[in-house]
C-alpha cells in the first residue's frame, strides 16, 4: 500500500489547494517480458480510441504553483491533497513569476535535482536518494541559494479555473517552463504499441534522461478528462505505469548485530559495495536469524539485492551459495536453540 500526503498538524504556512492534488492509480510492472496489458487495456477502455500521452515519471516533489492574474502568489507542496505547506520563497528562483493568463492558474510538477548535481551533495555513508534531499531542501526554514539554483522544476499540468487547457505541455514551454530540460514525450492509441514505448523509456532513463525515474505516465487528452472525472484518491484519466525495480548482484562480507530501540538483536548484511540506483549500497537488513537460515544468505553467497520502496536495500535471493553454507548452517541452527 503506498500512501501519499499526510496530515498537516503544524498549521503555520499552510493553505488550501485550489483543487485537490491527487496523487496516481498505480500498475506496476513487475516482470518486463509480461507486462500487465489487460489492466492497462481495461483503463483505455473508459474512451476507446483516445491518443494517450505518454511522459516521464518523475521520482521528485510535487508542488503547486498558483498564480493569480498572472502573477505568481503561492507554491504549496501536495501536502495532504488539501492543503499544503508554503514554499514560495524558494520557487520564485526556479518558475517564471508571471505568466500570460488571467484567474486562478494550478501549474503543478516535481522538482527534481539531475544525478551530477546531487553527486556533490550526497553522503555515501547515509541510505538517501535525490527525492529525500531535495525534500530536506524544501523543507529548510533558511534558504541556500548555491543548492536552490541546482534544483530544477519539471511542469507537467496546468489546470484554469479546474479546467485543462489544450497541448497543456507545448503551452507550458510558450509559458517559460521546461524549457532547459525538455520532458521526453511519446503518445499511442493502440494497446499493441505499449510495449515498444515502454522500452523506449526505459532507454531514456538509463541512457538519457538527467534525472530520477520511476515510471511512465499516461493521460487521455485534455478535452476528455473533465468527462472521466477523478476519485477522492485519483484522476481517472491519469495512470501511472511504474518500471520493474533495478536489481543486482553482491556478495556478502559479514552479517553484524544491532540492537534495536526494543532491545532486540537485529542482523544486518555487510555487503560488497554495489551501485544501485544512484547510491552505493554496502548494508541491507537480514530481518531476524530465521530468515538467516531459510534464505541461506551467509557470509560469502553471492546475493541479488534491490531497493524497497527504491530507498531501503532488500536481499531477495542466493545465487551462489556460501562456499562454507554447511557451517554456518550448523552455527546458526545451534543459535536458533539457545
Not at 39 to 64: C, H, R, T, V
Not at 216 to 236: M, Q, Y
Not at 326 to 331: F, G, H, P, R, S
Request: proline residues 5%.
Amino acid at each position: 500500500v503506498e500512501i501519499v500526503g499526510y496530515t498537516i498538524k503544524n498549521k503555520k504556512d499552510v493553505y488550501d489547494h485550489p483543487s485537490h492534488m491527487l496523487s496516481l492509480e498505480k500498475l506496476q510492472v513487475n516482470d518486463e517480458e509480461n507486462i500487465p496489458l489487460d489492466e492497462l487495456e481495461k483503463w483505455m477502455a473508459q474512451m476507446p480510441g483516445s491518443n494517450i500521452e505518454m511522459s516521464p515519471k518523475y521520482d521528485g516533489n510535487a508542488i503547486n504553483c498558483i498564480y493569480q492574474d498572472g502573477t505568481l502568489i503561492k507554491a504549496l507542496t501536495r501536502g495532504s491533497k488539501t492543503q499544503g505547506f508554503e514554499r514560495i520563497n524558494k520557487l520564485k528562483h526556479l518558475v517564471p513569476n508571471t505568466i500570460p493568463l488571467k484567474g486562478t492558474v494550478q501549474i503543478r510538477g516535481e522538482i527534481v535535482i539531475t544525478d551530477k548535481e546531487y553527486q556533490k551533495y550526497r553522503d555515501p555513508e547515509k541510505i538517501s536518494n535525490a527525492r529525500n534531499f531535495v525534500a530536506g531542501i524544501l523543507n529548510r526554514d533558511e534558504v541556500d541559494f548555491n543548492i536552490i539554483n541546482d534544483l530544477v522544476f519539471v511542469a507537467y499540468s496546468c489546470l484554469v479555473d479546474n479546467g485543462y487547457i489544450d497541448n497543456t505541455m507545448q503551452q507550458l514551454e510558450k509559458f517559460g517552463f521546461n524549457n532547459i530540460h525538455k520532458p521526453f514525450l511519446r503518445n499511442f492509441s493502440n494497446i499493441s504499441d505499449f510495449p515498444a514505448l515502454y522500452k523506449e523509456f526505459k532507454h531514456y532513463r538509463k541512457n538519457i534522461s538527467e534525472f530520477l525515474l520511476d515510471g511512465i505516465v499516461l493521460k487521455f487528452p485534455e478535452s476528455i478528462r473533465p468527462i472521466l472525472s477523478e476519485t477522492d484518491h485519483h484522476p481517472r484519466w491519469g495512470m501511472a505505469v511504474k518500471f520493474e525495480t533495478d536489481i543486482v548482484e553482491t556478495e556478502i562480507l559479514d552479517i553484524i548485530w544491532n540492537v534495536s530501540t526494543t532491545g532486540e538483536l537485529s542482523p544486518v548484511a555487510i555487503l560488497k559495495p554495489v551501485e544501485l540506483l544512484g547510491t552505493i549500497v554496502q548494508k541491507a537488513s537480514l530481518y531476524n536469524l530465521g530468515s538467516i537460515i531459510t534464505m541461506r544468505s551467509f557470509p560469502g553467497a553471492t546475493v541479488k539485492i534491490r531497493k524497497s520502496g527504491e530507498i531501503i536495500p532488500q536481499i531477495l535471493s542466493v545465487v551462489i551459495p556460501s562456499p562454507n553454507e554447511d557451517e554456518y548452517l550448523k552455527q546458526y541452527e545451534e543459535r536458533c536453540k539457545l
